[in-house]
């Protein structure tokens, strides 16, 4: 491989694992809010929590 | 919002550092292109010491106070050092091939601390895993991420204690920082993709501090969901023992 073919894979891995990361931080933190949500929505729709357990 | 616009100025900062790397700046008169790898080579080095350095003074600051948001900071900064290490790495890689020879040399100090580095990232990443206890899985994060940081001075005087195939410092005292030996355009070169890494090594950051806040919401409901189960569950059972007297 010559020296740009080296430096090819040098910035294609660092600059796309970067970008890669931060979309599948994206995405994980979308479904993460989603969770919550969905969990907020279960406690809101179940009532006030029962303290007779 | 304004996250995701520094999100964007990242971008940007990295794609106009990435042009000015390969396009503006001449090649090296010794090291030819491969001197290019060397701006994210060393911005990502730094930054992952960097992250590492926070979840020590984070993991620190929980054993001191008590406190999960610290160890949300210190679990974002140990996942983000992680890549930087391991890009780091790479490029380190890519550069020592052309120059050195060889993509790798485990007798070369600052190499193997490196990896060691790394190693440890990683390792405090699964021992996270370990435990379903916010309270236990924090204290011995905390425990290994100040491990972890010890390494780092050993890898930044590794050069200069021992004799390897890495060269010494570049910007390694003052007097070098104010009148660098590379040239000016190298100079600027790095110093420009450093600041670009740095935003978006601060985009990344806050984008996994949220995650990891999320995350341990649903989890502490989650666990809170079972424990109320358990109570009912012992209460129906309870009721179920005095009917059947």
């Not at chain 1, 979309?23 to 949500?37: D, K, N, P, W, Y």
């Not at chain 2, 916010?134 to 991420?145: D, E």
């Not at chain 2, 390494?151 to 004799?163: A, E, L, N, T």
Request: proline residues 4%.
């Amino acid at each position: 491989m010559t020296d740009v073919g080296f430096v090819i894979a040098g910035y294609a891995v660092i600059l796309g694992g970067a970008a890669l990361y931060a979309i599948a931080l994206g995405r994980r933190l979308r479904a993460a809010r989603e969770t919550s949500m969905k969990i907020r929505r279960d406690a809101e729709a179940a009532g006030p929590p029962d303290r007779t357990a | 919002m304004k996250t995701r616009i520094l999100g964007f100025v990242g971008l940007a900062a990295v794609i106009g550092a990435a042009v000015f790397g390969l396009v503006v700046v001449p090649a090296d008169l010794n090291q030819g292109d491969a001197q290019r790898i060397m701006y994210p080579h060393v911005a990502s080095a730094w930054l992952g010491e960097l992250s590492f350095g926070v979840t020590a003074l984070a993991g620190i600051g929980y054993l001191w106070r008590r406190d999960l948001r610290l160890d949300a900071i210190a679990h974002a900064a140990a996942e983000v050092g992680v890549l930087f290490t391991a890009f780091a790495i790479w490029g380190g890689m890519m550069w020592g091939r052309p120059v050195w020879g060889v993509y790798w040399q485990w007798e070369d100090p600052r190499l193997a601390t490196t990896a060691l580095l790394l190693a440890l990232g990683i390792g405090y990443l699964l021992l996270r895993r370990l435990s379903d206890d916010p309270a236990r899985r924090a204290t011995r994060a905390a425990v290994v991420g100040i491990i972890a940081a010890l390494d780092i001075p050993i890898i930044h005087f590794s050069v200069i204690w021992w004799r390897g195939l890495h060269q010494t410092p570049t910007f390694g005292d003052p007097s070098k920082l104010l009148n660098p030996s590379a040239p000016g355009l190298f100079v600027i070169a790095l110093m420009g993709m450093l600041a670009a890494f740095t935003i978006v090594w601060c985009y990344l950051m806050i984008r996994r501090y949220q995650l990891a806040r999320i995350e341990w919401q649903i989890e502490e409901h989650g666990r809170l969901g079972r424990i109320s189960a358990a109570r009912r569950a012992a209460a129906l059972n309870a009721v179920v023992q005095e009917t059947s007297e």
